[in-house]
């Protein structure tokens, strides 16, 4: 991605609240960040952009073609061992950690929501609510609805831990589970789903 000031600011969201809001920037990078299959990583803000420190997993190419499925054929060989036909069925691999440092302008970050938004053919479809992008909108959308300014977002696989500072200038540090992510999703999603149908 483009690159920026090497120092990292606090990040204005009245800079862009007319043209995107934390919810929409974070859904975006989000994106981005799927495509690396980042678990583990921190977002930083930088400059009127992301700074983004993590590791990428490869993953063998059946797992990448169909993570569901084969996870549960893992699941089922290691517990059964049972074996279809005269080949064992795959199993998901991690072939590679590798280290990640991408730095995302506002441009940059304007650009993935284009494409991304041309690519979701159907909005009223259900998204996964684990996935990296839709876990960064809903936090994205909690900060915006505290009116708060992000100051870093770690997430280590299941865990992420938020800290920003609010509108009264107190810097708060919140940690999520998966669990209360998805709760939190939820609320979102129905809040969404009431202002569609009204």
């Given at each position: 991605?483009?690159?920026?000031?090497?120092?990292?600011?606090?990040?204005d969201?009245?800079?862009?609240?007319?043209?995107?809001?934390?919810e929409q920037?974070?859904?975006?990078?989000?994106?981005?960040?799927?495509?690396?299959?980042?678990?583990?990583?921190e977002?930083?803000?930088?400059?009127?952009?992301?700074?983004?420190?993590?590791?990428?997993v490869a993953?063998?190419?059946?797992?990448v073609?169909?993570?569901?499925?084969?996870?549960?054929?893992?699941?089922?060989?290691?517990?059964t061992?049972h074996?279809?036909?005269?080949?064992?069925?795959?199993?998901?691999?991690e072939?590679?950690?590798?280290?990640?440092?991408?730095?995302?302008?506002f441009?940059d970050?304007?650009?993935?929501?284009i494409?991304?938004?041309?690519?979701?053919?159907?909005?009223?479809?259900?998204?996964?609510?684990?996935?990296?992008?839709?876990?960064?909108?809903?936090?994205?959308?909690?900060?915006?609805?505290?009116?708060a300014?992000?100051?870093?977002?770690t997430r280590?696989?299941?865990?992420?831990?938020?800290?920003y500072?609010?509108?009264?200038?107190?810097?708060?540090?919140?940690?999520?589970?998966?669990t209360?992510?998805?709760?939190?999703?939820v609320r979102?999603y129905?809040?969404?789903?009431?202002?569609?149908?009204?």
């Amino acid at each position: 991605m483009s690159s920026v000031k090497d120092h990292i600011v606090a990040y204005d969201p009245d800079n862009v609240k007319n043209a995107l809001g934390y919810e929409q920037l974070l859904r975006a990078v989000g994106q981005a960040l799927e495509k690396d299959h980042l678990q583990s990583f921190e977002l930083t803000p930088l400059g009127n952009g992301f700074h983004i420190r993590g590791s990428a997993v490869a993953l063998d190419e059946a797992a990448v073609a169909e993570p569901a499925a084969i996870r549960v054929r893992s699941l089922l060989n290691k517990l059964t061992h049972h074996r279809n036909g005269d080949e064992e069925m795959p199993v998901v691999t991690e072939t590679a950690k590798a280290p990640v440092d991408i730095r995302f302008t506002f441009q940059d970050i304007q650009q993935l929501e284009i494409d991304g938004r041309a690519r979701r053919v159907d909005g009223h479809l259900m998204a996964n609510a684990a996935s990296v992008s839709q876990v960064l909108r809903c936090l994205g959308a909690y900060l915006n609805q505290k009116r708060a300014r992000l100051l870093r977002l770690t997430r280590d696989r299941e865990t992420v831990s938020l800290e920003y500072e609010t509108s009264l200038g107190s810097q708060i540090k919140e940690s999520f589970s998966a669990t209360g992510l998805y709760d939190m999703w939820v609320r979102m999603y129905m809040q969404r789903a009431g202002r569609l149908n009204q």
